[in-house]
């Protein structure tokens, strides 16, 4: 009876220890935070639909009209607190509103027949929000030809993108004027678009209203 008392006492202390030859080194240590749920989700967005920060097919005239958003080379890109993002639009002699796609939102923008820097300010936080941008043609809102694909993910996850935040706050401080292409693809590596682009640019910049919207010219 005394020993079987004696087993009972000791019973918690002994599930509470490791068995012996059991590594401790794999515990997950309290507090750990994951965001795994979210980066899948991303993973799988990305992977069914690739990202590719230049729009535009080689057909025809309206389609084939080079769209080019402002991120890294990857396409994707941490905003920052301004949520303020930027792409190009070619010159095209077949000029048709623009559509934004944001998260499943989309905004239509008035057409513009030159080649434009256009610079938005995003009315929510992105948190790895796929934003798609490509022309209006045939008075649609899906793309006739492959459009430009980027991630907009939440400001603050990525740091390192802070050299291309401080680029987009000082192209919106060029807002209603012209600057040169030089100016607009600095920084972005898109050299190769020089020769697409005409030696000046308008900027036209726009506050994006919540929800989806057709937008005015400027």
Known sequence: MASALLLLLALPALMASPARGTSTSNRIPP?????????????????????????????????????AHLVPEKGELDPGKAVVIGLIEGPTADSVPLVLRLGGQDWMLA????????????????????????????????????PARSLLL??????GDLPYQVLLKGLWS??????????AIGGWNY??????????????????????ASIPGS
């Open 174 to 183: 060029s807002c209603g004027r012209t600057i040169p292409r030089e100016a």
């Open 154 to 159: 939440r400001p603050g996850d990525r740091p």
């Open 31 to 67: 507090g750990t935070s994951f965001r795994a749920p979210g980066d899948i989700l991303i993973a799988d967005r990305t992977r069914r639909f690739p990202l590719r920060r230049e729009g535009g097919g080689t057909r025809a005239a309206c389609a084939s009209r080079l769209v």
């Open 111 to 146: 057409a513009r027949p030159t080649a434009t820097l256009r610079l938005f300010r995003l009315p929510q936080t992105p948190d790895g929000t796929l934003w798609e941008s490509f022309p209006a043609c045939e008075g649609t809102a899906e793309p006739q030809a492959p």
């Open 191 to 212: 050299g190769q678009l020089l020769e697409r682009l005409p030696k000046e640019l308008a900027v036209v910049c726009d506050a994006l209203p919540q929800g989806g």
